[in-house]
C-alpha cells in the first residue's frame, strides 16, 4: 500500500482545486470542484492577523438563508466515476511492451523523443511567414495596391517604389521572426542532443535523447533530468520512492514523491530479463492525472500518477531511478501543455481599426470625387481628346489610324479611380503597425529596467509577455486579485492552538537557549529545526505530561501534525560539523509550518518512507509503520493517515476544514470541548488565520483487518479507483475523537494597504477572489483597507436558485435605498460566497449580480472555485467597456488571469503557472501600482498620441495630393516624386514619432504617484477619443490647405515645373509635421533633439540627392528652386500658417479649459521654479465623478 503524494489543503481556505493545463481540449476535465490528483497548486491558505471583526463598527446586511451552506461549487458533491479512471478500451489505449521498444514501435504509431519548439524550417519559412503576416488585412490592401500599379493602364508610380513600403515591413516582421526561431532552433537542438542511459543488451549505455523509443528502459540519476515520461520500475530506496522536483514543468520548487511498484522494484534488469504489457491512456495534456495498468510476472496491477514521472522533472535525493518510456517527444505532457497565453488585442488597437475604417470611408469618398471630376472633365473636353495630350484617342503615327491610350469615357472613370486609390494609398498608414511594435518594445524595455519594480527577496523584475497590450495598463478600471500569495506572502508560521478545549494563543520566539528543546540526536550529530514557531509554555509544559489526560491529548495533537502529511525531510549541513539542521520539504507551505511546530514542541519527524516513519518524540526516537494514507479531495475536505505505533495499537489521524470535520465527530464526544474548540476557531478566523481541525481514533484490529482489505481492493482497481478510495476514506474517517486546532497566519505583502488604497484613488475598483473562509477574507479585507469601518456590508450566504434569487432582489432594493440618502454618501461592500455564485453565474441571475455589484465600492468573494473566478472576470467584461486586469501567484489564478482583458502575474511561492499564463509578471503586489499609475499612464497616453499623430502626418500629404489632382485636370498626375513618396514613411517622418512614443512623459512619476486621481484620465478617454480624431482630421485639412495653396499662389503665373513646386510641397509637409511633433513634446532628451531636427536634414538630403541623379524626373529641379528667396519664404511662411491656428488653440486650452493632466503640468513646472514641492494647495483637480459606463451586451 503506498501512499499518493497529493499535498493536503484541508482548509476551509482556498480549497479549490488547480484548473486543467487546457480545459477546452482536454478530454479529462474536471468539474469546478472536482479534485486533481498531486496538483501542485493545492493552496496554502493565508490570512494575517488582524482585529476581531466584531470591534468594528460596521453595518452589515445579511442575505443567509437559514440552512447549512455547502460551500465549493456544484461538482464538488458529484458522485460517479471519474473520466480518468475508466476502463481503458482498446480503441483509445496504447500499449507499451516493457524492454522491447521493437515491438512497441512496430507499427511506427508513436513519435521519437526528438522535440521541435520551432516554428519554420527553411522550406516552410517564406510560405508561412508571409502567410501569417498578411492576416492583418492592412497588409492585403497594400499588396492588392502594388499589384494595382504594376498594370500599365494604373501605373501611378515607378513598379519599383510602389513594392517597397509593403516589402520593407514584411522584411522586418520577418528578420524579427527568423531571429526568435533561430534562438528556438538552437535551443531544440541542445535538447535532442543531451545524453541519457538506455538499457539495451544486457547493460545500460549512453543515447542521445532524440533516439530514445516509447518501450525503452532508461536509467536517470539524481540531480538529472528526465528525457520523456516514465513509468518507475524500481528506485535505489528500497521502498520505490523517488523524490522529483517539477520546476522545469510548472515551476513549483518543492519535492514531490513518485512511487515505483514493489512487483518491479524488486527485479534487478541486469539479472532478469524484465517482461510486461502497460495499458495507457493516449497522450493527452492532463499532467495531473494518470491512468493505466501492467501486466507483468501473470499480475495485472494499476498504475496512477504517483507512479509516473514527466518529462523536464529532475530528480532529488534519489539516488537513481528506472522507468519505461510511455510517452516519448511531441507526445509528452510537458510538451502537449506548450502552449502561451491567449493572443489579446489591445483596446486602443480596437478602437483604431474603427478609425482606419472612417479614414477609408474617406479615402473612397476622395477617389470617388476625383473619378466623377475625371468624367465631368472628359464630357466636357470630349471634342479635344483627339489630339490632346495624355488623352490622344487617335494614334496617327502610322498610315492607319488606330486608336491609342483612350479607353472610353466609362473605363476611364473606372481607370481613375483605382489610380485615385493608388495614389492617395498612404491614407491607410502602413507605417503605423511596425511603429507600435518598436514603441511598445521600448516602453517594455524601460518598463524592466525599472529597479523600483524590482523584487529585492526574490530578485526579479517586471516581466513583459505579452508585447501588444501596454495602452491597456492605463486605462484599467477592475482589478480582480486573489488573496493568498497575491495580497499576502504565503509564507505559513504557527500561531496558535486550541487542545483538548484550551486557547493557547501566548506564544513567544524560541531563543538560542531554548532551542535545546526542540533538537534531536542522532549518532553524535544534533538535529534541529531549520526554522522554529512561536512557543505557549503552558502548552510546552502540556506535551511532556503524558500521565495527565490532557497530555495525552497534546501528545496526540503533535503526533497528528508530524506525522499525517506528506513532508519530506532533508538534513541541510552547518559550519559546526556536530549540528545539522533538517529543513522540510513538502508541497504546500501550511503543511511545512505544520509539521515546523511539531519540531518545536519536541515532535521532529526526522525520517520518512513510504513504508515507515520516524519522529523523535522530545529525545526519544519512535519509528511508526505507515500503513496506509487517504489523501485530500475537494468532496472530503480531509486527508488521513493510519499509522502502527511502536506499541502495537494503530492509529488513524484525520485533519481537515472545520466544516467537514466536525461532521464525522464521535456523537459521545465532549460536547463543552467541541463547543470551546468551535468558539476559538471562530476567534482565529476573525484574526485573519487559517485554521485546521485535528482528530483521531484508535482502530480496534478488526477494523484495520476490514479497512486494509477493502483499501487493497480498491487500490488495486482498474475502474472507478479514485471513487472506491474516497468511499472507504469516507467509512474510516468517522467516530473521530476531536484533539483540537491549529491557527496559521500569512503576512499581508509589504505596501498592499497602502497599494489599495492607491488604486482606489485612482478610480480603480479592486475585488478579491479568493477561497478563504468568509471571516478570514473579511479580516483581511480590513487589514488591506479594501474594507473600511464606514461600509455598510451586504453579505449573500445561500444554496438554492430561489433563496440567491430573492437575496439579489433584496440587496438591489437596499442599495436603492441606501443610496437615496442625500445627508450622506454611503459606501457599500458586497461579500458573496462561491456556493451563491453556482447558482448565479450562468443564469438569468447574472445580470442582478451585475446590478448590484455595480453599485457597491467594494466586492469580495469567498469560497469560489477557479472557474468561478474567470466567471466574474467574464461577468464585468462582457457586460461593461470598462477593462479589466486580473492578478495571482497560483495555478487556480490562471483562467482568471487568461479571461481578463489584462492578467499579471506574481512569481511567488506557489510555482509559476499564473506567470506563465500572464501577460506581465511582478514580484510583489505593490508593484502593481507604478506598473498602472506611472507605465500604463505613460504608454497609454504616448501610444494615443502617437495614433493620431500618424493619422495627421499620412492624412497631410494626401490632402496635398489631393489638391494637386483638383489643379491637373484630376490626371492623376503627381508632383511629388515617387520616391519621396515611398521614404516620406520611412525616413521622413518615421524616427521622431517612434522615439517620442518611447521616450515622452507628460507627468513625472512623482506627480503620477502622489495624484493617483490622475489616472482616470484613461477612463475618460482624454487622450484618444472621437472628438479628438476629427479635431485631428479638421486641423489636418487646414494645414494641407496652407502647405499646398501658399506655394500656389506664390508661383502662380510663373513657369515653375511640377518638379520643383513637389519638391517645395515635399518639404514644407515634412518640416510642418515635425514641427507639430516638436510642439507637443513634454521632456525634450538629446535622441528627441536629433530624431525630430535630424529628420528634416534628412529630408533635405533626400531631395538633393533624387534630384541630383539625372534618370530620374525633375533633375537639378531642388537647387534651382533653393537659390531664390521666394522658396525660402514660402518655407516659412507654410510653417507659420499651418501651425498658427493649433498654436493659438493648444494655448487658449491650456490656460482656460484646462484638464487635470495639464493642470498637474503647470504645477510641475512651478515646483521647478519655486525648487520645492509646496504647490498642493494651488494644485485644484477637476471633480471627480465615478461615472458607471452603459452596460455592453455579450
Known sequence: MLPVSSPPNYSGTDSNPQPEASEASNPYQYRHGDSIRNSSSHRSI????????????????????????????????????????????????????????ARTNETFAFTGNSIRTAKYSVLTFLPRNLFEQFHRVAYIYFLVIAILNQIPQLAVFGREASILPLAFVLLVTAVKDA?????????????????????????????????????????????????????????????????????????????KTRYAKQDTQMKVLEEEKLRGLIKCEKPNRNIYGFQANMDIDGRRISLGPSNIVLRGCELRNTDWAIGVVVYAGRETKAM????????????????????????????????????????????????????????????????????????????????????????????????????????????????????????????????????????????????????????????????????????????????????????????????????????????????????????????DFFLALAACNTIVPLTVETSDPSVKLIEYQGESPDEQALVYAAATYGFMLVERTSGHIVIDIQGERQSFSVLGLHEFD???????????????????????????????????SISEMIQATKSHLQSYSSRGLRTLVIGMRQLTSSEFKSWQSSYETANNALMGRASLLRKIANNVENHLDILGASGIEDKLQQGVPEAIESLRTAGIKVWVLTGDKQETAISIGYSSKLLTSSMTRIVINNNSMESCRKSLEDALRQ?????????????????????????????????????????????????????????IVALIKNRTNDLTLAIGDGANDVSMIQRADVGIGISGQEGRQAVMASDFAIGQFRFLVPLLL??????????????????????????????????????????????????????????????????????????LLKYPQLYRAGHRDESYNGRLFWLTILDTLWQSIAAYFIPLLAYWGTDVDASSIGDLWTLA?????????????????????????????????????????????????????????????????????????????????????????QVAREAEKFEGLRGSYSVDAEMEMNPIVDHHHPPRRS
Not at 58 to 87: D, H, P
Not at 939 to 954: A, E, T
Request: charged letters at 20%.
Open 46 to 101: 493565508s490570512s494575517i492577523q488582524s482585529k476581531n471583526s466584531s470591534s468594528h463598527s460596521v453595518k452589515e446586511v445579511s442575505f443567509i438563508e437559514n440552512k447549512s451552506v455547502r460551500y465549493g461549487s456544484r461538482g464538488a458533491a458529484s458522485g460517479g466515476l471519474s473520466t480518468s479512471y475508466k476502463e481503458i478500451s482498446d480503441d483509445d489505449a496504447r500499449l507499451v511492451y516493457v524492454n522491447d521498444p
Open 815 to 871: 442599495c436603492e435605498r441606501l443610496q437615496g440618502l442625500r445627508d450622506r454618501v454611503v459606501q457599500l461592500a458586497l461579500i458573496i460566497d462561491g456556493t451563491s455564485l453556482v447558482y448565479i453565474l450562468d443564469t438569468e441571475l447574472e445580470e442582478q449580480l451585475f446590478e448590484l455589484a455595480r453599485k457597491c465600492n467594494v466586492v469580495l468573494c469567498c469560497r469560489v472555485a477557479p472557474l468561478q473566478k474567470a466567471g
Open 336 to 555: 502537449l501543455n506548450n502552449s502561451g497565453a491567449p493572443s489579446k488585442r489591445s483596446n486602443l488597437e480596437t478602437k483604431m481599426n474603427k478609425e482606419i475604417v472612417f479614414l477609408s470611408v474617406f479615402l473612397v469618398l476622395l477617389c470617388s470625387v476625383v473619378s466623377i471630376c475625371h468624367g465631368v472633365w472628359l464630357r466636357r473636353h470630349d471634342d479635344e481628346l483627339n489630339l490632346m495630350q495624355f488623352y490622344r484617342k487617335k494614334d496617327y503615327s502610322e498610315a492607319e489610324v488606330e486608336d491609342y491610350e483612350y479607353y472610353g469615357w466609362g473605363l476611364e472613370i473606372f481607370f481613375a479611380f483605382l489610380m485615385s486609390v493608388i495614389v492617395f494609398q498612404v491614407m491607410i498608414p502602413i507605417s503605423l503597425y511596425i511603429s507600435m511594435e518598436l514603441v511598445r518594445l521600448g516602453q517594455v524595455y524601460f518598463m524592466i529596467r525599472d529597479d523600483r519594480m524590482m523584487d529585492a527577496s526574490s530578485n526579479s523584475r517586471l516581466q513583459c509577455r505579452a508585447l501588444n497590450i501596454n495602452e491597456d495598463l492605463g486605462q484599467v478600471k477592475y482589478v480582480f486579485s486573489d488573496k493568498t500569495g497575491t495580497l499576502t506572502e504565503n509564507k505559513m508560521e504557527f500561531q496558535c492552538a486550541s487542545v483538548a478545549g484550551l486557547d493557547f494563543n501566548n506564544g513567544v520566539a524560541v531563543t538560542e537557549d531554548d532551542f535545546v528543546g526542540c533538537s534531536a540526536q542522532a549518532d553524535g550529530t544534533v538535529l534541529k529545526p531549520k526554522m522554529t514557531v512561536k512557543v505557549d509554555s503552558e502548552l510546552l509544559s502540556l506535551s511532556r505530561k503524558k500521565d495527565t489526560d490532557e497530555g495525552r491529548l497534546v501528545h
Open 934 to 1007: 506611472v507605465h500604463g499612464h505613460w504608454n497609454y497616453q504616448r501610444m494615443s498620441y502617437m495614433i493620431l499623430y500618424n493619422f495627421y502626418r499620412n492624412a497631410i500629404l494626401v490632402l496635398v495630393l489631393f489638391w494637386y489632382v483638383l489643379y491637373t485636370a484630376f490626371t492623376l498626375t503627381t508632383a511629388i516624386t515617387d520616391w519621396s513618396t515611398v521614404l516620406y514613411s520611412v525616413i521622413y517622418t518615421a524616427l521622431p514619432t517612434i522615439v517620442v512614443g518611447v521616450l515622452d512623459k507628460d507627468l513625472s512619476r512623482r506627480t
Open 1069 to 1157: 509637409v515634412v518640416v510642418t509635421v515635425n514641427i507639430h511633433l516638436a510642439m507637443d513634446v513634454i521632456r525634450w532628451y538629446w535622441i528627441t533633439h536629433a530624431a525630430i531636427w535630424g529628420s528634416i536634414v534628412a529630408t533635405f538630403v533626400c531631395v538633393m540627392i533624387i534630384d541630383a541623379i539625372p534618370v530620374l524626373p525633375g533633375y537639378w529641379a531642388f537647387f534651382h528652386m533653393a537659390g531664390t528667396k521666394l522658396f525660402w519664404a514660402c518655407l516659412f511662411g507654410i510653417v507659420v500658417g499651418a501651425l498658427a491656428p493649433r498654436f493659438v488653440v493648444k494655448m487658449f486650452v491650456q490656460h482656460c479649459r484646462a484638464n487635470d493632466i
Open 179 to 255: 531571429y526568435e526561431d533561430y534562438r528556438r532552433h538552437r535551443s531544440d537542438r541542445i535538447e535532442n542532443n543531451r545524453l541519457a542511459w538506455v538499457f539495451s543488451n544486457g547493460k545500460f549505455g549512453q543515447k542521445k535523447w532524440k533516439d530514445i523509443c516509447v518501450g525503452e528502459v532508461i536509467k536517470v540519476s539524481v540531480n538529472d533530468t528526465l528525457p520523456c515520461d516514465m513509468v518507475l520500475l524500481s528506485t535505489s530506496d528500497a521502498s520505490g520512492v523517488a523524490y522529483v522536483q517539477t520546476t522545469n514543468l510548472d515551476g513549483e520548487s518543492n519535492l
Open 634 to 668: 475537494s468532496d472530503r475536505k480531509r486527508m488521513s493517515v493510519i499509522i502502527g505505533c511502536p506499541d502495537t495499537s494503530v492509529k488513524l489521524f484525520v485533519k481537515g476544514a472545520d466544516t467537514t470535520m466536525f461532521n464525522v465527530v464521535d456523537k459521545s
